[in-house]
């Protein structure tokens, strides 16, 4: 099996391929990921062992190591974010400015435009709710317009 991506959780997950290994059942799956763990994971591990249904010890795993990655790429988000906010400029003149400081870096884009919708006033961010399924370029030109 190949070892573990700890900068791409999901593409691992996907190009792990279990059934060549003999990995077939979910305890299998699960004992097979666990070998390829590096050590500073192993509290998602035990974490998951005693937390989780342990009927399906694979699946709450990998949801478990799932969790930890969205809290790192939260925090990787806002240092990056921290220092842009809205000052005299516009909604819309914010947004390239954001996705040029996270540059090469990919992250959800759920957790994206969370972030990008917490960068508005209060008011702005009512409204916004409403319109979750659009673009983030379509909210940054919609809270230009409330504003």
């Known amino acids: 099996m190949i070892s573990f991506w700890p900068d791409n959780i999901k593409a691992w997950y996907t190009k792990a391929d279990f059934h060549d290994h003999g990995a077939n059942g979910t305890r299998a799956q699960f004992l097979a990921v666990v070998k390829t763990l590096p050590r500073e994971f192993n ?6 062992m005693f937390t989780s249904d342990v009927s399906k010890p694979y699946e709450a795993l990998k949801r478990s ?66 319109f979750q399924n659009n673009a983030v370029d379509e909210l940054a030109a919609s809270a230009d317009r409330i504003l």
């Open 65 to 130: 190591i799932h969790k930890c990655r969205d809290l790192t790429d939260r925090q990787r988000l806002d240092q990056l974010l921290s220092s842009i906010d809205l000052q005299h400029g516009s909604i819309t003149d914010m947004l390239p400015t954001m996705r040029e400081v996270i540059g090469q870096r990919t992250f959800d884009d759920g957790l994206f435009r969370r972030r990008f919708l917490s960068k508005h006033p209060q008011q702005v961010q009512a409204v916004l709710v409403s």
């Open 43 to 48: 509290w998602y591990v035990t974490h998951s």
